[in-house]
């Protein structure tokens, strides 16, 4: 015999009217295998049914209404394949026509006329003859009156489930039929019963039962916000125990000192100094050092925000105490940038740095790889090269990687495996800001610094949205900007559907730019994302040097290029970018000691979104404001970072309309896990047990704990 299921965990076939025909279809087309998973699969939306329309008010064709009245005839017309079934249905204003083409012998056995019915359906209009196809109808009892006038739930469904009769109606009554054979026992509440109290939630059954068929709107109202709550606080529980976890299982190197290499920086080679802000994070990463267990700390940070110092420093700090250091960036060009700058500000110590990128070779790579294993170099500055196989560092202690959303994961994982006995600190900075209500989700295993604050006598960035009625103009003050000694870029967009058309779209502006700005006054260089990385350095390096006055690209340049000296930035198009790809954009200017300028020409004719988006952009220049836009315009799934780093799929909460109640969820999370870390009080048992069994990531909450 076997071991009975609970109810609720059962396959459908077990309830009247699926059978397995049915149960299979469900299965293929919505994933929907048991009797759970069929009451979870919630309503997309409500009809209002509380109101009814009367017959003469119906004005257009096309809508749906629900109307009450009594089917006066009931006749089959025509023959064949054209045969269908005809009532006329009146109420006390008029009448319209009831049509079915298929079910016919059935319904002729089954309706009644002359008997109250509740009409809902789409009215179709033939001259001044009104027509409902196929309406759901209902016969009006006493009790029935009740039970109908109420909000209707709409489901999922496709084509084939329509054809199976699985559509909305099908799925309500299938809904229903299980609502009405669940006992207490079977859906026993599973949140602690102190929270549903203080939150005043429903309890789950009700919830489930209102989330389906709401009474009432404050019902279905309190149901939504118990569910998504519900939602919400299970990842959180999932993630806040596997980075307690992590924190307690992954031991770090221990940096207690603050020594002479750190101390002689401060006090003698620091050229500015430091925000306050810089100081904070410098505190939050000291403290870390000194906890003994590893550091995954996130540094968000906005274009010029100075996260370089800040990542400088934290490596003074791992030499202090014994230990190497490595600065890992994207692309060759800001490797060798870093180590420029770098080098500047080390000059006058003692400290080796080096340099390994794909470029470097032979007999000068040999050499730094073995200076490196000998523990002779500090600090070692690179690209993707850093994490090969056969770079050996002799200590490494922290492992710095500059403008994450280049690298991978795994490619974050590579670096783990470079430290000996333990794994290295890890700092990985962007200057892609993330809306809080994101990183709670996203990085809820990093711990996460915020530069938020610019250095003094910063000028801000001058944006102004320009149409193609202005270019004379915007021409013209280039031309005055280059006369005073400045550079300019000019950015086109990327049209990822057609390589081809991103190049003519370039090369068509380059043609153009060549006949405003003829040579040889003036020197162009062109980087797109078709020529080979050597030709792209070669013309970055030109402008860089000063070489070339303009610089006209696709959002190759996108990261981190530093050149002070251009001061303007053009981007073309720039209704195609999105918010946070243009705030990139802006952060290559405003770099130098003169005043910078961005100017984003657009087409005449906007949509609503792309308007509110360059709007933002000429509002303000900070980050973090324009990453909230944007998370609101285009959703969490589509900010950069989060395909990597995988949202968790969501029925009703949103991340972005429910970050109140997700940073209640977060909270409340932090606070029982740090009472009771495995859920093993009385209160929590419950929510343990239904974390093991449906909550995916937390399957083996037993084997975190
Ligand atoms: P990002 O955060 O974009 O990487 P950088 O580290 O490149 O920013 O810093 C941008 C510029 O600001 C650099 O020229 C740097 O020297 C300067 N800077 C950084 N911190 C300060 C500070 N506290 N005061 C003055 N200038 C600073
Ligand atoms: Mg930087």
Redesign the pocket.
């Known amino acids: 015999m076997q071991l009975a299921t609970s109810f609720i965990d059962q396959e459908l076939t077990y309830i009247k009217g699926v059978g397995p025909s049915r149960s299979e279809l469900l299965k293929n087309e919505l994933s929907i295998v048991s009797i759970r998973d069929i009451l979870v699969d919630y309503p997309t939306r409500y009809e209002d049914r509380t109101q009814f329309q009367l017959i003469k008010d119906i004005r257009t064709g096309n809508d749906v209404v629900q109307i009450r009245g009594v089917i006066t005839s009931l006749a089959t017309v025509g023959t064949g394949r054209k045969k269908r079934l005809v009532g006329h249905f009146k109420d006390k204003s008029g009448s319209v026509e009831l049509v079915w083409f298929r079910s016919i012998r059935w319904l002729q056995e089954n309706l009644e006329t002359h008997k109250p019915y509740i009409v809902f359906g789409r009215v179709s209009k033939f001259g001044r003859r009104l027509s409902i196809a196929h309406p759901e109808l209902e016969l009006v009892t006493q009790q029935k009156l009740k039970s109908t006038a109420t909000f209707v739930p709409i489901y999922r469904s496709t084509e084939r489930l329509g054809a199976s009769g699985l559509d909305s109606k099908g799925r309500r009554k299938i809904v229903r039929t299980i609502l009405a054979q669940l006992k207490d026992e079977d859906l026993p509440e599973h949140m602690p019963e102190y929270l549903v109290k203080k939150l005043h939630f429903p309890s789950y059954k009700d919830a489930l039962h209102y989330i389906h068929f709401p009474p009432d709107n404050e019902a279905l109202r309190k149901a939504e916000q118990r569910l998504k709550f519900e939602e919400l606080f299970l990842i959180q529980l999932t993630i806040v125990k596997q980075y307690v976890t992590r924190r307690k299982l992954l031991k770090g190197h221990l940096f207690p000192e603050i020594g002479d290499y750190f101390n002689d920086f401060y006090a003698n080679h620091l050229?500015?100094?430091?925000?306050g802000a810089?100081k904070r994070v410098l505190k939050e990463i000291r403290r870390d050092f000194k906890s003994g267990q590893q550091m995954n700390r996130l540094l968000q940070?906005?274009?010029?925000?100075?996260?370089?110092?800040v990542a400088l420093m934290s490596m003074l700090m791992a030499l202090d105490n014994g230990f190497q250091a490595c600065l890992m960036a994207p692309t060759e060009i800001l490797a060798q940038q870093h180590m420029a700058g770098i080098c500047e500000l080390l000059a006058k110590t003692k400290i080796r740095v080096a340099i390994l990128t794909g470029s470097i070779k032979g007999k000068t790579r040999q050499e730094v790889l073995k200076l490196l294993r000998l523990g002779e170099i500090h600090f070692l500055v690179g690209t993707h090269a850093l994490i090969e196989e056969h770079v050996q560092f002799k200590h490494l202690g922290l492992a710095i990687i500059d403008e994450q959303h280049r690298f991978g994961v795994a490619q974050r994982a590579k670096l783990w495996e470079k430290g000996k006995s333990k794994p290295p600190h890890i700092l990985v900075?962007t200057?892609t800001p993330i809306p809080r209500t994101l990183h709670m989700t996203l990085y809820g295993d990093l711990d996460v610094s915020a530069?938020d604050e610019l250095?003094?006598?910063r000028k801000p960035v001058k944006t102004q949205h320009k149409t193609e009625y202005h270019r004379p103009a915007v021409y013209k003050f280039v031309k005055e900007q280059i006369a005073a000694g400045r550079q300019i870029y000019i950015v086109y967009p990327l049209i990822e559907e057609s390589e081809h058309l991103d190049l003519e779209n370039l090369d068509s502006g380059y043609e153009r730019l060549l006949a405003d700005f003829p040579p040889p006054s003036y020197q162009i260089s062109v980087v797109h994302g078709r020529m080979k990385q050597e030709q792209k350095d070669f013309e970055m390096q030109r402008f860089v040097s000063g070489k070339t006055h303009l610089m006209v690209a696709t959002t190759v340049i996108e990261v981190?290029v530093?050149v002070p000296n251009a001061s303007v930035m053009i981007i073309e198009n720039s209704e195609r970018f999105g918010l946070s790809q243009l705030h990139q954009l802006r952060?290559r200017v405003g770099?130098g000691a003169d005043q910078s300028y961005c100017i984003l020409m657009t087409s005449f004719k906007l949509t609503h979104e792309a308007k509110e988006r360059i709007n933002t952009m000429v509002s303000t220049n900070d980050g973090f404001e324009i990453a909230e836009v944007d998370l609101r315009l285009r959703g969490p799934g589509s900010m950069a970072g989060t395909q990597q780093s995988g949202l968790p799929t969501l029925k009703l909460a949103n991340l972005v309309r429910d970050n109140v109640l997700l940073k209640t969820a977060r909270e409340i999370a932090m606070r029982i896990l740090d009472k009771d870390p495995d859920l093993r009080s009385v209160h929590h048992l419950p929510l343990r047990a239904y974390l093991e069994k449906y909550v995916e990531d937390a399957k083996d909450w037993s084997k975190i704990s």
Do not use: C, E
């Open positions: 050229p500015f100094s430091l925000t810089q940070g906005d274009v010029g925000s100075g996260k370089t110092i900075m200057a530069l250095p003094p006598g981190g530093n952060g770099r």
